[in-house]
Structures are given as structure tokens and as C-alpha cells.
């Protein structure tokens, strides 16, 4: 059956890192029909907006999108097309697995974790009042008038951070089906319910609620945020699955990208009910725009796990160890994974995506 995907290339080094990772998928063999729609700062200069509706409309029709990174303006503006797609279409679980590929550099050997970070809410939903306006100074009166014990510096800017009972409850238990699908054995819950006791509060006991449904199956335990950031950095063989709120989620996957050598090879999924956007860890690199010089992995193993969420199990094995392979080698690999960043003999973004090819087909 032809699969139609839709394929945002992004910008920075999007269109060179998706190009790569739609010509190694199409090299598995599966049949592929791409709907490419354009997102981030190209076509913002030709239609106003950075997030055009007909991509909302594509990746709501074929369901499954891969994406490029795309730059977020800094300041005023559209806040970030990330967030944006994330939160239109739903996606309220964003999907990091971490596992070190022999040949990566890195200061450890054998990890593999999987972050299961909730995608809607939390400090990132974008409820924001900035210092000295108006709204600002009258949600400080109201504050202050419902709980007198609330103490303000003058003038602050306020940021809001809801949790809910039905977002914690579906990311949970989202943690809890992939560690079954994948075989897991534990599902950590990172909070600071210590301090955070009504928001985290709020998650932790969710999590504890919605463990008891698994018991005898996958193990669960909890962490206080600072202690697991801590603990990952001494320890991160003594984790599995990690369950977190969004920011939380955010600083931890980059925290867990460190631990297996860095972004070049981190990838990422963002899944609702009807729809999943498949994209790299990274951004949009932009200073390596147009340079044929970007690390394509991360974006081809998010191609990996887009296979492997279509079912197409064989064709996703069949890419990852295509891509574990030339790393291993350390031959045909992009600057940053030689042991010198400046050697000559490293290979370009499209270079790499041949070496991968020709692996595939056993032709290297
Ligand atoms: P970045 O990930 O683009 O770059 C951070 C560092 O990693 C840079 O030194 C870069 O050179 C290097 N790097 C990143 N990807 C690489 C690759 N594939 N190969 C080799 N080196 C790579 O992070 P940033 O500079 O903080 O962000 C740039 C822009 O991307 C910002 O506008 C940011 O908001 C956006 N961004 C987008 C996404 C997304 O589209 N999902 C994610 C993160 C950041």
C-alpha cells in the first residue's frame, strides 16, 4: 500500500536534512507518496505567516508528517511554529529516545532512555503577561486578593503553568504503552512536587493512580527533577522510561541528547490520538544553512521511528542499522562525529545519506 506522508522540510539546514531522510526511507523500499507544505521562515517573507494553513490541513489529511527544524523568531512575533503544530493538531506526547550508537562520542557506553514529555501544557502554554501592562497589574491585585499570603516584587512579568488531571493521565499512560511495545521493564515520573505541591502535586499523583493499572508488569518509581538531572549524569544505566511535564521534558531530553553524544543523533516524535509529526531533536543550525555540512542522523532516525509507528518494522531495522553501521565505521560520517572536528576527511549531509543508502543495499 503506497503510504502518503506529509514532508515539511523546515528551514536553516531542514531541506538538506529532510531531503536525506526522505531518500534513505524511500530507499527501504517501502512505497512513499511525500505531500511537501512549507513552514518557517522562507515562506513567512511569501505568505505572512510561518505556519500556513494548508499544512495544518495536509498533515490533518495523510496523518502522519515528517518535519525539518524551523526557526522561532526571538521577541515579539509568532511565538513558535513548533509549539503551534504541537498544540493545533494535539500532539501531546513528544516521544525521545536516547541510545548511544557505538562510534558516537560520548563520556558513556550502552545508554538507552526513552523521555516521554508531555507536549500541551505546563509553563509552555503560552498564557504569558508581560511587566507593566495593564492585565498584568490587575492579575496581581486578583492574586493577591485570593490568597493574601502572595508576595510580588513590583512590576513582574508572570508567567502561568497549568496542570491538568486529563493531560497528565494520557502522557502517563502513554510512558506506560511504550514501555510495554518496547519491551521495558520501569517508568520514572520526574516532578517537584516537593515545592510545586498543587501543579507537580497534581501530576505525581496522577502518575502513582495510573501505575497501579500496570502493577506486575512495568516497574514505577518517582524523582524530584534536580535529583534525576543529577542521578542521569552519574547513573544513566539505572534508567528506562521517563515520564515528564513539559519544561521539565524539554531541559532533560537535550540533558539525555548530551548523554549519547549529542543532537546529530537525537530523534523525536510528537504524537496525539489521530496524528504523528516526526521530527530531530535540533534546531535549524542556521549558520550551517545551504553548507552540505549538517549531521542528517537525528532526522533519519526520527524517519526510523515514523517506520516503525506505520507498522513497517523490517524497513525501520533495515534503517537503523544502516545508519548504526556507518557510524561504527566512522568513515563516510559527517565534521561533528569525527574524533576532529576539522577533519578533511569528514563527508558532507548528502554524503553521509549515500553512505547509508549503500549500507542498506550492502553495497559498503
Ligand atoms: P540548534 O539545535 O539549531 O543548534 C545548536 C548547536 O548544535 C549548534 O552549535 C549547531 O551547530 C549544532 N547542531 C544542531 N543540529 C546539528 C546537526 N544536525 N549537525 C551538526 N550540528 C548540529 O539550536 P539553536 O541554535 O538553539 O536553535 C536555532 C533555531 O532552531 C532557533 O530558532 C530555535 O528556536 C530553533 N529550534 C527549532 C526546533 C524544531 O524545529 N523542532 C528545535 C529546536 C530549536
Keep these: ?20 531522510t526522505q531518500r534513505c526511507v524511500e530507499a527501504t523500499g517501502i512505497s512513499v507518496e511525500w505531500e511537501t507544505v512549507h ?24 496523518k502522519i508528517a515528517i518535519k ?10 509568532f511565538r513558535s511554529v513548533n509549539v503551534a503544530l ?25 545508554v538507552d532512555l526513552i523521555i516521554v514529555r508531555e507536549n500541551t501544557e505546563d509553563l509552555y502554554a503560552g498564557i504569558e503577561f ?39 493521565e494520557r502522557i502517563v499512560r502513554f510512558a506506560f504503552e511504550t514501555a510495554l511495545k518496547n519491551h521495558r521493564k520501569k517508568v520514572t515520573a520526574v516532578h517537584k512536587a516537593n515545592i510545586m505541591k498543587c501543579t507537580d502535586g ?44 513539559n519544561l521539565y521534558g524539554d531541559i532533560l531530553s537535550d540533558l539525555c541528547a548530551g548523554l549519547v553524544g549529542g543532537l546529530g543523533v537525537a530523534p523525536g516524535a510528537n504524537i496525539g490520538d489521530d496524528c504523528a509529526l516526526f521530527e530531530a531533536t535540533h534546531g535549524s543550525a542556521p549558520k550551517y544553512k545551504g553548507l552540505n555540512k549538517a549531521n542528517p542522523t537525528a532526522m533519519i532516525l526520527s524517519g526510523v521511528l515514523m517506520l516503525r509507528y506505520l507498522g513497517e518494522e523490517k524497513a525501520a531495522d533495515r534503517l537503523e542499522g544502516a ?40 553495497q559498503s
Design 86 to 110: 504541537r498544540k493545533e493538531l494535539d500532539l501531546y506526547a513528544c516521544l525521545r529516545p536516547c541510545k548511544g550508537y557505538p562510534g558516537v562520542r560520548s563520556r558513556y557506553e550502552g
Design 130 to 168: 508581560e511587566r507593566g501592562a495593564k492585565e498584568t497589574k490587575e492579575l496581581v491585585e486578583k492574586i493577591l486578593a485570593l490568597n493574601p499570603k502572595a508576595k510580588f516584587n513590583p512590576d513582574p512579568a508572570i508567567s502561568i503553568k497549568p496542570i491538568s488531571k486529563k493531560a497528565s
Design 68 to 77: 525539518g527544524p524551523v526557526t522561532t523568531p526571538v521577541g515579539t512575533g
Design 39 to 62: 513552514a518557517g521562515s522562507d515562506i513567512m517573507e511569501k505568505k505572512g505567516t510561518p505556519l500556513p494553513e494548508e499544512v495544518l490541513e495536509s498533515v490533518r489529511r495523510n
Design 202 to 245: 497534581l501530576f505525581l499523583e496522577t502518575a502513582r493512580e495510573v501505575a497501579r493499572g500496570y502493577e506486575g508488569r512495568i516497574q514505577f518509581e518517582d524523582r524530584i527533577v534536580d535529583n534525576m538531572c543529577m542521578q542521569l549524569v552519574q547513573r544513566p544505566g539505572d534508567y528506562d522510561v521517563l515520564v515528564l511535564p
Design 1 to 20: 500500500m503506497k503510504r502518503r506522508i506529509t514532508l515539511i522540510p523546515g528551514d536553516g539546514i531542514g531541506p538538506e536534512v529532510a531531503l536525506a
Design 323 to 362: 545508519v548504526a553501521k556507518v557510524i561504527r565505521e566512522g568513515r563516510q560520517v559527517t565534521y561533528d562525529l569525527k574524533p576532529d572536528k576539522n577533519d578533511p576527511t569528514a563527508v558532507g549531509t548528502s554524503q553521509m545519506a549515500d553512505a547509508i543508502i549503500a549500507a542498506m543495499n550492502g
